[in-house]
Protein backbone atom coordinates (compact mmCIF):
# COMPACT_ATOMS: atom_id res chain seq x y z
CA UNK A 1 0.00 0.00 0.00
CA UNK A 2 1.64 3.43 -1.09
CA UNK A 3 2.18 6.07 1.62
CA UNK A 4 -0.71 8.70 2.70
CA UNK A 5 1.40 11.35 1.21
CA UNK A 6 1.93 9.67 -1.78
CA UNK A 7 -1.48 8.94 -3.16
CA UNK A 8 -2.73 12.37 -1.96
CA UNK A 9 0.03 13.22 -4.67
CA UNK A 10 -1.71 11.10 -7.29
CA UNK A 11 -4.79 11.99 -6.78
CA UNK A 12 -6.32 14.26 -9.36
CA UNK A 13 -8.46 16.90 -7.23
CA UNK A 14 -8.74 16.79 -3.11
CA UNK A 15 -11.00 19.69 -1.85
CA UNK A 16 -11.15 21.56 -4.95
CA UNK A 17 -7.44 21.52 -5.51
CA UNK A 18 -5.95 20.09 -9.04
CA UNK A 19 -3.20 18.37 -7.88
CA UNK A 20 -0.18 17.37 -9.92
CA UNK A 21 3.56 16.94 -9.56
CA UNK A 22 4.74 19.81 -10.37
CA UNK A 23 3.77 23.57 -11.57
CA UNK A 24 0.31 25.71 -10.58
CA UNK A 25 -2.46 25.03 -10.62
CA UNK A 26 -6.21 26.88 -10.39
CA UNK A 27 -8.97 25.39 -8.44
CA UNK A 28 -11.84 24.39 -10.29
CA UNK A 29 -14.81 26.20 -10.74
CA UNK A 30 -17.31 24.13 -8.42
CA UNK A 31 -14.87 24.31 -5.49
CA UNK A 32 -13.88 28.56 -6.14
CA UNK A 33 -17.33 29.42 -5.54
CA UNK A 34 -17.77 27.52 -2.15
CA UNK A 35 -14.51 28.74 -1.37
CA UNK A 36 -15.12 32.36 -2.34
CA UNK A 37 -18.98 32.13 0.02
CA UNK A 38 -16.97 31.16 2.46
CA UNK A 39 -14.36 33.63 2.20
CA UNK A 40 -17.49 36.59 1.80
CA UNK A 41 -19.00 35.32 4.91
CA UNK A 42 -16.03 35.86 6.72
CA UNK A 43 -14.89 39.12 5.52
CA UNK A 44 -19.04 40.22 6.16
CA UNK A 45 -18.66 38.96 9.63
CA UNK A 46 -15.60 40.74 10.09
CA UNK A 47 -17.54 44.16 8.82
CA UNK A 48 -20.18 43.43 11.25
CA UNK A 49 -17.88 42.61 14.15
CA UNK A 50 -15.81 45.98 13.59
CA UNK A 51 -18.70 48.08 13.16
CA UNK A 52 -20.43 47.15 16.32
CA UNK A 53 -16.74 47.58 17.90
CA UNK A 54 -16.57 51.64 15.68
CA UNK A 55 -20.35 51.86 17.22
CA UNK A 56 -19.05 51.17 20.32
CA UNK A 57 -15.78 53.79 20.13
CA UNK A 58 -18.57 56.43 19.12
CA UNK A 59 -20.19 56.42 22.44
CA UNK A 60 -17.29 57.12 23.89
CA UNK A 61 -15.56 59.65 21.94
CA UNK A 62 -19.41 61.86 22.25
CA UNK A 63 -19.07 61.06 26.20
CA UNK A 64 -15.80 62.85 26.01
CA UNK A 65 -16.33 65.12 23.92
CA UNK A 66 -19.55 66.11 26.16
CA UNK A 67 -17.19 66.63 28.95
CA UNK A 68 -14.90 68.65 26.21
CA UNK A 69 -17.82 71.26 25.52
CA UNK A 70 -17.73 71.70 29.23
CA UNK A 71 -13.95 72.48 29.39
CA UNK A 72 -13.90 74.58 26.21
CA UNK A 73 -16.67 76.56 27.66
CA UNK A 74 -14.89 77.62 30.83
CA UNK A 75 -11.41 78.22 28.66
CA UNK A 76 -13.19 80.76 26.66
CA UNK A 77 -14.95 82.41 29.54
CA UNK A 78 -11.26 82.59 31.18
CA UNK A 79 -9.99 83.64 27.93
CA UNK A 80 -12.41 86.59 27.72
CA UNK A 81 -12.25 87.86 30.91
CA UNK A 82 -8.77 88.58 30.41
CA UNK A 83 -8.99 90.24 26.88
CA UNK A 84 -11.47 92.46 28.18
CA UNK A 85 -9.66 93.33 30.61
CA UNK A 86 -6.20 93.73 28.94
CA UNK A 87 -7.74 95.54 25.86
CA UNK A 88 -11.60 95.96 25.90
CA UNK A 89 -11.49 93.04 23.43
CA UNK A 90 -14.64 90.77 23.69
CA UNK A 91 -13.82 87.68 21.15
CA UNK A 92 -17.03 85.45 20.66
CA UNK A 93 -16.26 81.60 20.28
CA UNK A 94 -20.13 80.73 19.64
CA UNK A 95 -19.29 78.60 16.58
CA UNK A 96 -14.99 78.74 16.75
CA UNK A 97 -15.76 75.80 19.88
CA UNK A 98 -19.09 74.10 18.07
CA UNK A 99 -17.74 70.25 18.38
CA UNK A 100 -19.39 67.98 15.92
CA UNK A 101 -21.58 65.04 16.79
CA UNK A 102 -19.70 62.17 17.00
CA UNK A 103 -22.60 60.04 15.25
CA UNK A 104 -22.38 62.02 12.58
CA UNK A 105 -19.95 60.46 11.09
CA UNK A 106 -21.69 56.86 10.98
CA UNK A 107 -25.09 57.91 9.33
CA UNK A 108 -23.67 57.96 5.62
CA UNK A 109 -21.50 54.67 5.70
CA UNK A 110 -24.49 52.67 7.88
CA UNK A 111 -26.81 54.46 4.80
CA UNK A 112 -24.30 52.92 2.51
CA UNK A 113 -24.60 50.00 4.03
CA UNK A 114 -28.55 49.51 4.24
CA UNK A 115 -28.39 49.81 0.71
CA UNK A 116 -26.46 46.94 -0.24
CA UNK A 117 -28.08 44.64 2.38
CA UNK A 118 -30.35 43.54 -1.03
CA UNK A 119 -27.11 41.98 -2.64
CA UNK A 120 -25.74 40.39 0.63
CA UNK A 121 -28.58 38.12 0.87
CA UNK A 122 -28.34 37.49 -2.59
CA UNK A 123 -25.25 36.41 -2.87
CA UNK A 124 -24.71 34.70 0.37
CA UNK A 125 -28.36 33.51 0.94
CA UNK A 126 -29.09 32.37 4.74
CA UNK A 127 -25.15 32.13 5.17
CA UNK A 128 -25.11 36.05 5.54
CA UNK A 129 -27.98 35.50 8.80
CA UNK A 130 -24.50 35.89 10.98
CA UNK A 131 -23.76 39.13 9.55
CA UNK A 132 -27.62 40.91 9.52
CA UNK A 133 -27.98 39.89 13.10
CA UNK A 134 -25.00 41.16 14.43
CA UNK A 135 -25.73 44.20 11.99
CA UNK A 136 -29.11 44.30 14.02
CA UNK A 137 -27.49 44.69 17.40
CA UNK A 138 -26.63 47.34 16.55
CA UNK A 139 -30.32 48.59 17.51
CA UNK A 140 -29.34 47.12 20.81
CA UNK A 141 -26.90 49.60 21.02
CA UNK A 142 -29.19 52.64 19.90
CA UNK A 143 -31.55 52.08 22.70
CA UNK A 144 -29.32 51.22 25.49
CA UNK A 145 -25.46 51.85 25.35
CA UNK A 146 -25.23 54.35 23.33
CA UNK A 147 -28.00 56.52 24.05
CA UNK A 148 -29.53 59.46 22.26
CA UNK A 149 -27.98 60.54 18.90
CA UNK A 150 -27.29 57.29 17.34
CA UNK A 151 -31.14 56.44 16.59
CA UNK A 152 -31.03 58.51 13.20
CA UNK A 153 -27.93 57.03 11.71
CA UNK A 154 -29.34 53.50 12.81
CA UNK A 155 -33.04 54.42 10.88
CA UNK A 156 -31.88 53.17 7.69
CA UNK A 157 -30.23 50.20 8.82
CA UNK A 158 -33.61 49.42 10.52
CA UNK A 159 -35.66 49.72 7.06
CA UNK A 160 -32.94 47.75 5.33
CA UNK A 161 -32.99 44.90 7.66
CA UNK A 162 -36.55 44.59 7.57
CA UNK A 163 -36.18 43.98 3.52
CA UNK A 164 -34.39 40.88 4.27
CA UNK A 165 -36.39 39.57 7.07
CA UNK A 166 -36.98 36.43 5.50
CA UNK A 167 -33.30 35.75 5.28
CA UNK A 168 -32.77 36.43 8.98
CA UNK A 169 -35.54 33.89 9.81
CA UNK A 170 -34.02 31.49 7.44
CA UNK A 171 -30.84 31.10 9.16
CA UNK A 172 -32.34 31.35 12.57
CA UNK A 173 -29.43 30.47 15.36
CA UNK A 174 -26.34 31.87 13.35
CA UNK A 175 -23.97 33.84 15.44
CA UNK A 176 -20.80 35.41 15.00
CA UNK A 177 -17.68 34.07 16.57
CA UNK A 178 -16.80 37.78 17.39
CA UNK A 179 -13.59 36.46 19.43
CA UNK A 180 -11.76 35.25 16.60
CA UNK A 181 -12.68 38.21 14.30
CA UNK A 182 -12.33 41.19 16.36
CA UNK A 183 -8.68 41.83 16.31
CA UNK A 184 -7.77 40.20 13.10
CA UNK A 185 -6.69 43.15 10.68
CA UNK A 186 -7.38 46.30 12.69
CA UNK A 187 -5.95 44.91 16.20
CA UNK A 188 -5.84 48.17 18.21
CA UNK A 189 -9.73 48.80 18.14
CA UNK A 190 -9.99 45.82 20.11
CA UNK A 191 -7.86 47.57 22.64
CA UNK A 192 -9.43 50.77 22.21
CA UNK A 193 -12.76 48.87 23.37
CA UNK A 194 -10.89 47.66 26.31
CA UNK A 195 -9.66 51.54 27.05
CA UNK A 196 -6.36 51.78 26.07
CA UNK A 197 -6.21 54.14 23.28
CA UNK A 198 -3.62 53.99 20.04
CA UNK A 199 -2.92 56.48 17.65
CA UNK A 200 -4.38 54.17 14.75
CA UNK A 201 -5.18 57.24 12.64
CA UNK A 202 -2.63 59.74 12.57
CA UNK A 203 -1.58 59.36 9.12
CA UNK A 204 -5.18 59.93 7.94
CA UNK A 205 -6.19 63.22 9.17
CA UNK A 206 -8.85 64.20 7.06
CA UNK A 207 -9.26 61.24 5.36
CA UNK A 208 -12.68 61.09 5.81
CA UNK A 209 -13.73 63.29 2.98
CA UNK A 210 -12.82 60.51 0.52
CA UNK A 211 -15.47 58.30 1.67
CA UNK A 212 -18.30 60.92 1.22
CA UNK A 213 -19.52 61.76 4.39
CA UNK A 214 -18.68 64.86 6.65
CA UNK A 215 -16.11 63.18 8.97
CA UNK A 216 -12.95 65.23 8.97
CA UNK A 217 -12.90 67.98 11.64
CA UNK A 218 -13.86 67.59 15.30
CA UNK A 219 -15.69 70.96 14.85
CA UNK A 220 -18.95 71.33 13.25
CA UNK A 221 -17.22 74.07 12.15
CA UNK A 222 -14.29 77.31 12.28
CA UNK A 223 -14.39 80.58 12.43
CA UNK A 224 -11.30 82.45 11.87
CA UNK A 225 -10.74 84.67 14.31
CA UNK A 226 -9.69 88.82 13.23
CA UNK A 227 -6.64 90.17 13.17
CA UNK A 228 -7.00 92.63 16.17
CA UNK A 229 -8.91 89.89 18.19
CA UNK A 230 -6.04 87.36 17.90
CA UNK A 231 -3.19 90.39 18.80
CA UNK A 232 -5.40 90.68 22.09
CA UNK A 233 -6.05 87.38 22.97
CA UNK A 234 -2.42 86.53 22.49
CA UNK A 235 -1.83 89.10 25.69
CA UNK A 236 -3.62 86.25 28.06
CA UNK A 237 -2.34 83.20 28.97
CA UNK A 238 -5.96 82.01 28.92
CA UNK A 239 -6.49 82.60 25.69
CA UNK A 240 -3.40 81.03 24.05
CA UNK A 241 -4.74 77.64 24.05
CA UNK A 242 -7.70 78.97 21.78
CA UNK A 243 -4.94 80.71 19.53
CA UNK A 244 -3.79 77.50 17.73
CA UNK A 245 -4.22 77.67 13.60
CA UNK A 246 -5.05 73.19 14.10
CA UNK A 247 -8.49 72.61 15.40
CA UNK A 248 -6.97 69.04 16.40
CA UNK A 249 -4.41 71.44 18.76
CA UNK A 250 -6.66 73.32 20.36
CA UNK A 251 -8.16 70.12 21.53
CA UNK A 252 -5.29 68.34 22.51
CA UNK A 253 -4.49 71.76 24.86
CA UNK A 254 -7.82 72.41 26.62
CA UNK A 255 -9.14 68.31 26.58
CA UNK A 256 -6.04 66.26 26.51
CA UNK A 257 -4.97 64.37 23.60
CA UNK A 258 -7.60 61.21 23.79
CA UNK A 259 -10.23 62.48 21.89
CA UNK A 260 -8.35 63.32 18.43
CA UNK A 261 -6.87 59.88 18.95
CA UNK A 262 -10.31 58.52 18.81
CA UNK A 263 -11.44 60.87 16.01
CA UNK A 264 -9.25 59.63 14.06
CA UNK A 265 -9.30 56.12 14.57
CA UNK A 266 -12.97 56.22 14.25
CA UNK A 267 -12.66 57.93 10.46
CA UNK A 268 -10.06 55.31 9.89
CA UNK A 269 -12.14 52.17 10.39
CA UNK A 270 -14.97 53.60 8.88
CA UNK A 271 -13.24 53.58 5.64
CA UNK A 272 -11.71 50.08 6.17
CA UNK A 273 -15.07 49.03 6.93
CA UNK A 274 -16.82 50.23 3.96
CA UNK A 275 -14.00 49.75 1.29
CA UNK A 276 -14.11 45.93 2.24
CA UNK A 277 -18.10 45.87 2.74
CA UNK A 278 -18.79 47.02 -0.65
CA UNK A 279 -15.97 44.77 -2.06
CA UNK A 280 -17.54 41.86 -0.37
CA UNK A 281 -21.25 42.97 -1.57
CA UNK A 282 -20.30 43.83 -4.88
CA UNK A 283 -22.48 41.29 -6.98
CA UNK A 284 -20.93 42.73 -10.90
CA UNK A 285 -17.49 41.76 -10.08
CA UNK A 286 -16.05 38.08 -8.52
CA UNK A 287 -14.39 38.18 -5.30
CA UNK A 288 -12.19 35.56 -6.25
CA UNK A 289 -11.47 34.83 -9.35
CA UNK A 290 -8.87 32.65 -9.23
CA UNK A 291 -6.58 30.47 -6.57
CA UNK A 292 -3.73 28.59 -7.98
CA UNK A 293 -1.44 26.22 -6.12
CA UNK A 294 2.32 24.96 -7.23
CA UNK A 295 1.24 21.39 -6.39
CA UNK A 296 5.27 20.37 -5.50
CA UNK A 297 4.44 22.91 -2.60
CA UNK A 298 2.46 20.38 -0.32
CA UNK A 299 4.31 19.67 3.02
CA UNK A 300 3.85 16.21 5.67
CA UNK A 301 0.54 17.90 7.00
CA UNK A 302 -0.95 18.08 3.76
CA UNK A 303 -0.83 22.04 3.26
CA UNK A 304 0.05 23.74 0.04
CA UNK A 305 2.81 26.27 0.90
CA UNK A 306 3.12 28.04 -2.40
CA UNK A 307 -0.64 29.10 -3.06
CA UNK A 308 -1.48 32.62 -5.44
CA UNK A 309 -4.88 34.19 -4.86
CA UNK A 310 -6.46 36.16 -8.01
CA UNK A 311 -8.97 39.07 -5.57
CA UNK A 312 -11.00 42.00 -6.40
CA UNK A 313 -8.84 44.67 -4.11
CA UNK A 314 -9.85 48.64 -4.23
CA UNK A 315 -11.62 48.40 -6.94
CA UNK A 316 -9.33 46.00 -9.68
CA UNK A 317 -8.78 41.87 -9.73
CA UNK A 318 -5.00 41.46 -8.01
CA UNK A 319 -3.31 38.33 -7.83
CA UNK A 320 -0.79 38.01 -4.61
CA UNK A 321 1.07 34.84 -2.86
CA UNK A 322 -0.74 34.54 0.35
CA UNK A 323 1.15 33.77 3.47
CA UNK A 324 -1.87 31.20 4.27
CA UNK A 325 -1.41 27.40 3.95
CA UNK A 326 -3.75 25.83 2.05
CA UNK A 327 -4.85 23.28 4.02
CA UNK A 328 -6.52 20.55 1.13
CA UNK A 329 -8.27 18.53 4.21
CA UNK A 330 -9.80 21.57 5.56
CA UNK A 331 -10.24 24.23 2.65
CA UNK A 332 -13.12 26.09 4.69
CA UNK A 333 -10.70 27.08 7.35
CA UNK A 334 -8.53 27.72 4.58
CA UNK A 335 -10.62 30.50 3.37
CA UNK A 336 -11.91 32.01 6.55
CA UNK A 337 -8.00 32.41 7.47
CA UNK A 338 -6.99 33.46 3.53
CA UNK A 339 -10.07 36.59 4.45
CA UNK A 340 -8.45 38.15 7.08
CA UNK A 341 -5.57 38.38 5.41
CA UNK A 342 -7.26 40.22 2.63
CA UNK A 343 -8.84 42.61 5.43
CA UNK A 344 -5.40 43.57 6.45
CA UNK A 345 -4.14 44.83 2.85
Known sequence: MLPLLVLAALTLTANGALVQKRGLQSMDPISLKSFEDTFRQTLLNKVAVEMNATVDLSHKLAAKMKQCNISLTHQADMCKTCAKSKCQADPTFQDYLNLANPYNYLKGPLNDMAGKFGDVASLLGDKATGFFTSINDLAGTA??????????????????????????????????????????????????????????????????????????????????????????????????????????????????????????????????????????????????????????????????????????????????????????????????DMALEFWSK
Open 143 to 336: TGKVGDGFSDAFNQVKNGLNSVSSTLKDGVGQVIDAGSLIGDGLKDLGNQIGGGLTDAGHKVENLGQSIGHSLGSIFGRRRELDAKTRQCMQQCDTCRPLLATDQNQIITSVCGGDIVKMNNTIQTNLQKITGVYNTAADKTHSLISRLEFDTSSMNPKMQLTNVYITARLNGRDVRYKTEVLYAMMNPTVTAR
